[in-house]
């Protein structure tokens, strides 16, 4: 095999890898804060209940990124970060570090401490987009909910 031969596959083994990176697109996005004027479906108050008790768990997500909630005795605040896309699975990823807190239970007895850490979650809207249910992976496993949006 000549010199002229090897470098002209090499020439078109790297045009057929640069077709296919941009074929496959830019990479997913990763989370970011909504913005004020970014009408992201997680914006606004939610709340649920959980089954068999009448302790209520209510968050409020604000724009640039900051969430309050209360769950039971529990009241916390948390920076957040969300996908401003669903996956091609149907979920939004949510990043959420609490930056304060009571030290109180919340409605599962779990406590939620002020750290440095990032707990994921995956959320999935209802098609009205008025419901969501949190989940621990990108599946409809290990989820609750759902919790449905408050008027306001």
């Known amino acids: 095999m000549t010199l002229r031969h090897l470098l002209q596959q090499t020439s078109v083994l790297a045009a057929l890898l640069c077709g296919l990176a941009h ?73 959420e570090t609490v930056t304060e807190g009571n030290g109180q239970r919340d409605c599962s007895g779990d406590l939620h401490e002020v750290t440095d850490e990032g707990v994921t979650r995956f959320i999935q809207f209802s098609p009205k987009k008025d419901q969501l249910i949190v989940c621990k992976t990108e599946s409809l496993q290990a989820c609750f909910g759902p919790l449905k949006r408050l008027p306001g």
């Open 23 to 95: 074929a496959a697109g830019p990479a997913p996005k990763p989370p970011t804060a909504p913005s004020q004027t970014a009408a992201h479906p997680l914006l606004g108050a939610w709340s649920w209940t959980l089954p068999g008790k009448s302790c209520a768990e209510t968050y409020d997500y604000r724009p640039h990124g900051k969430r309050v909630g209360t769950s039971g005795a529990a009241a916390t605040q948390a920076d957040y970060e969300v996908t401003p896309m669903p996956s091609l699975l149907g979920f939004y990823r949510v990043v």
